[in-house]
């Protein structure tokens, strides 16, 4: 059985889930997996990448995306230096909704590290010269404000790695062309979704003309890398939006946030809201605020 590293062992400040790791690979790692994800950067040397039943040959320059459910390890190494940043999967303290709208993004931090799982998937992301200079800039500025706790540290931490993986993201989208037509017509989906969730006339059908493929190869691509349906993710997506409506503003009507989430029919709203959380809207938001005056 593998060994399963744990995200909390390695940070440094408990109250952010965030770590910043300088691995330093002079002999194998063995196969392994963690509770959290990692996007790590090979800074100098060589080796193999093992990942579920799959191996990739690794250089100084690859960036890869590890869910934390994968197993994954090293051989073969030769002074393999890697840069590991390690974060909560289900909720990346850096993300934001303009990222989730970038095709690189998608492509690279959703669709890629399940692809390496499921297939030999012979894409990556390798920086030329200048790109490594610039990236390796951003991870100094990261380090030191990881390590050196200074006030108002976590803004500058989550700026910095904001703008790191808003980088990233465009590089790999400028590399789309490398990408198979299966990744760049599943991140064009996703990314449409993103940008339309709210309009209530979004479906399996608008959704597969936006990424120009038949309705039967989404529902196919979607099965195949999201274990899911496209419309499934679709309410998956709404439901989450009504989360961050029914949390931030208490003003709004259940009947409003429904709209707002994409839904038509706010007893369809909250029949797949108990469905997904267990209690319905209004009962949601009655635990949050008895939850905000109890802390």
Known sequence: ???????????????????????HHHSDFAAHKHDFSELFFVTSGSGKHTVADHEYPIRKGDVFVINGDIEHGFRDVKKLEVVNLMFDAKRPF?????????????????????????????????LDRQQLFE????????????????????????????????????????????????????????VFIEQHFTDAGVNSDTIAKAAFISKRQLERLFRQFMDTSPNQYLKQVQLNYAVKLLDNDSDLTIQSISERSGFSDSNYFSKCFKQQFGCSPRGYRKLAVAAEKGG
């Open 94 to 126: 850096f993300e934001l909704p303009s990222m989730r709208q970038l095709p690189g993004y998608q492509a690279m931090f959703k669709i890629e590290p399940i692809a390496r799982q499921t297939t030999e998937y012979k894409a990556k992301l390798t």
């Open 1 to 23: 059985m593998s060994v399963v590293y744990q995200l909390r062992s390695h940070q440094k400040h408990s109250h952010l889930k965030f770590a910043y790791l300088d691995g």
């Open 135 to 190: 990236i390796e800039h951003l991870l100094t500025v990261i380090k030191t404000e990881y390590e050196s706790y200074q006030p108002a540290f976590e803004v500058m931490l989550t700026s910095s790695m904001q703008q790191l993986v808003i980088r990233l993201a465009r590089i790999y989208q400028d590399s789309s062309s490398d990408l198979p037509l299966t990744t760049i017509a599943l991140s064009r989906a996703l």
